[in-house]
């Protein structure tokens, strides 16, 4: 059973181009995240969300559209794709309660999804 | 800024060699540490993480790392690795005051190719 599992894998597509990356969880986590990993490999906070309501949003060009429809599922919805936007995408979750020494900050990812824009 | 970095970004070593991963962070108050792996094709997992308590926490797999506050690292280390460790490794911090946010830090990461 995969705990974050994330679709597709791969997606190549065209400059302009409008695409979705789905992401659900089966941990019964209340809060979900996507990171960007860009070119150098860092791996960068886009958008979290506790509960289907946004949380963060780390000035990520309003392309992006995150969708929550529950608390195990966030999507990732990009418009007018650009070339820039070639990137791994992670989608993460973990529970959102409890104090530092609980598994609040403990993120569980997925394997990544490989956007190519051409 | 805060900011993690990996010294190594591509190790390579031959079985049954010691291995030791450089991870230090810039922040001047307390934060937690984890250390995770990507095996080829896989999801990020979590091999180990420190919160608080004895500086030297053991992960799965005979990994271990060791915080030192006055360095700022918390460096990553196997005394003996195997063919299967061939994976990336990232280190990644996160202030204690914002610990319930899971706005991870990341390192760069690091590539480790074992050779059999």
């Known amino acids: 059973d995969t705990a974050v599992s994330q679709t597709p894998k791969y997606l190549v597509t065209q400059m302009g181009n409008d695409k979705s990356i789905k992401c659900e969880q089966n941990l019964g986590h209340d809060t979900m995240y996507w990171y960007k990993q860009d070119s150098k490999k860092f791996l960068k906070i886009m958008f979290s969300?506790?509960?289907?309501?946004?949380?963060i949003n780390e000035t990520v060009p309003n392309r992006f559209s995150p969708k929550s429809p529950d608390k195990a599922h966030l999507n990732l919805h990009i418009n007018s794709l650009e070339l820039g936007d070639s990137a791994v995408y992670f989608c993460?979750?973990?529970?959102?309660?409890?104090?530092?020494?609980?598994?609040?900050?403990?993120?569980?990812f997925g394997a990544g999804s490989r956007l190519t824009v051409l | 800024a805060q900011s993690v970095s990996q010294h190594n970004h591509h190790v390579i070593l031959s079985e049954a060699a010691s291995l030791e991963l450089g991870c230090n962070y810039s922040?001047?108050?307390?934060?937690?540490l984890f250390w995770y792996v990507q095996y080829p094709g896989q999801h990020l997992q979590l091999l180990l993480k420190y919160f608080s308590g004895d500086p030297l926490v053991k992960g799965i797999k005979g990994f271990e790392a060791e915080f030192i506050k006055s360095k700022f690292s918390f460096n990553l280390r196997k005394p003996s690795v195997q063919w299967s460790d061939t994976a990336e490794y990232f280190c990644?911090?996160?202030?204690?005051?914002?610990?319930?946010?899971?706005?991870?830090?990341f390192g760069q990461g690091t590539t480790l190719q074992v050779k059999p």
């Open positions: 922040y001047g108050g307390t934060v937690n």
């Open positions: 993460a979750s973990s529970h959102s309660s409890g104090g530092t020494l609980s598994g609040a900050n403990v993120l569980t």
């Open positions: 969300y506790n509960n289907k309501e946004l949380i």
């Open positions: 990644a911090v996160i202030p204690k005051l914002s610990s319930n946010t899971g706005k991870l830090i």
